[in-house]
């Protein structure tokens, strides 16, 4: 499965960005959905999930509320609004796939990564 992120960019605080991840290669549908984030010389985190149909959603709470996550398996995309962005948004976003109908928070859950697209909030 391939990995595809779009979407990132430069965002004055308060406004907001979508991106996308568009999957080819292998089943989307058979995949569980994530997204990460690794701002400068931190690790990476989780930002937020989604099962297979898209009936099922999971957010790190500094995004609650502001990010939502979705998908259109007949696209085979992968979607993250990121709403009231903030500086300490300001990082590299992954969406990854795991080998599930359902994952969460853990990194060691996603078999498949993208090359990650730049979001930067400034204040």
């Known amino acids: 499965l391939q990995l595809v992120e779009s979407g990132g960019g430069l965002v004055q605080a308060g406004g907001s960005l979508r991106l996308a991840c568009a999957a080819s290669?292998?089943?989307?549908?058979?995949?569980?959905m994530g997204w990460f984030r690794q701002a400068p010389g931190k690790e990476r985190e989780f930002v937020a999930a989604?099962?297979?149909?898209?009936?099922?959603?999971y957010y790190a709470d500094s995004v609650k509320g502001r990010f939502t996550t979705s998908r259109d398996n007949r696209k085979n995309t992968l979607y993250l609004q990121m709403n009231s962005l903030k500086p300490e948004d300001t990082a590299l976003y992954y969406c990854?796939?795991?080998?599930?109908?359902?994952?969460?928070?853990?990194?060691?859950?996603?078999?498949?990564w993208g090359q990650g697209t730049q979001v930067t909030v400034s204040s």
């Open positions: 290669g292998r089943a989307f549908s058979n995949f569980a």
């Open positions: 989604i099962n297979w149909s898209g009936s099922s959603t």
């Open positions: 990854a796939a795991a080998k599930s109908l359902v994952a969460r928070g853990q990194e060691g859950a996603y078999d498949y």
